[in-house]
């Protein structure tokens, strides 16, 4: 059954900008557990993410949402700083808005229901948010409504473990483990990565 609650988004959203707000230039290179990604990528993406959900909500269809995030490693552009967190703020209030969670919309060339797509958005941005915070040696705490909505998105649909997940393979990880790990291991990362 679909679900249609409206999420809001604000607090994963202020939870990246404030992670990005703590990152230092000579932390750009550092890896990540995207294993594609270093530091500087990881933020262009979130950076890039924001923008395509942000419009999503708003249904303004164009480059913005049409475009797959795979289609090129995406470039940290130098205003970064002030850019990221403009646009986080601006994806959390357009899925406040009336009407963002009804219809169809598209965001990466893929089209959904809006009330699918606003979950996905809170599922990159819990997701990513990890990943920096994992990169960048940083403490992450993660709302329980958060990790249920995430942990319902990325549990395979015929219940079994091991079998490709949202963004990869399912990581196993034991079911008595903190609820963000398991969410962690869902998304195809192992919770207990490091950087070398």
Same mark, same amino acid.
């Given at each position: 059954m679909e679900k249609t609650t409206h999420i809001d988004l604000g607090a994963a959203a202020e939870r990246v900008a404030r992670l990005a707000a703590a990152v230092e230039d000579e932390r750009l290179? +550092?890896?990540? =557990?995207? =294993? &594609?990604?270093? %530091? /500087?990528e990881l933020l262009a993406h979130l950076l890039g993410l924001s923008v395509a959900f942000r419009d999503a909500a708003r249904k303004d269809f164009g480059p913005t949402t049409n475009t797959a =995030? &795979? $289609?090129?490693? =995406? %470039?940290?552009? &130098? +205003?970064? /700083?002030?850019a990221l967190p403009k646009a986080l703020d601006e994806l959390a209030a357009a899925w406040r808005e009336p009407g963002a969670w009804e219809g169809d919309t598209q965001a990466g060339g893929i089209e959904l229901p809006a009330s699918v797509m606003g979950r996905i958005a809170l599922d990159e941005l819990v997701i990513h948010g990890w990943d920096l915070a994992r990169a960048t040696g940083r403490e992450y705490e993660v709302g329980e409504a958060e990790l249920a909505s995430c942990e319902e998105l990325l549990t395979p649909s015929d219940? $079994?473990?091991g079998e490709e997940g949202f963004f990869g393979p399912v990581v196993p990880v034991p079911e008595d483990a903190p609820h963000l790990d398991r969410v962690i291991g869902l998304s195809g990362r192992d919770p207990g990565w490091r950087p070398a």
């Amino acid at each position: 059954m679909e679900k249609t609650t409206h999420i809001d988004l604000g607090a994963a959203a202020e939870r990246v900008a404030r992670l990005a707000a703590a990152v230092e230039d000579e932390r750009l290179g +550092d890896p990540t =557990p995207c =294993p &594609d990604y270093a %530091v /500087r990528e990881l933020l262009a993406h979130l950076l890039g993410l924001s923008v395509a959900f942000r419009d999503a909500a708003r249904k303004d269809f164009g480059p913005t949402t049409n475009t797959a =995030p &795979d $289609s090129a490693l =995406p %470039v940290l552009e &130098d +205003d970064w /700083r002030t850019a990221l967190p403009k646009a986080l703020d601006e994806l959390a209030a357009a899925w406040r808005e009336p009407g963002a969670w009804e219809g169809d919309t598209q965001a990466g060339g893929i089209e959904l229901p809006a009330s699918v797509m606003g979950r996905i958005a809170l599922d990159e941005l819990v997701i990513h948010g990890w990943d920096l915070a994992r990169a960048t040696g940083r403490e992450y705490e993660v709302g329980e409504a958060e990790l249920a909505s995430c942990e319902e998105l990325l549990t395979p649909s015929d219940g $079994s473990s091991g079998e490709e997940g949202f963004f990869g393979p399912v990581v196993p990880v034991p079911e008595d483990a903190p609820h963000l790990d398991r969410v962690i291991g869902l998304s195809g990362r192992d919770p207990g990565w490091r950087p070398a």
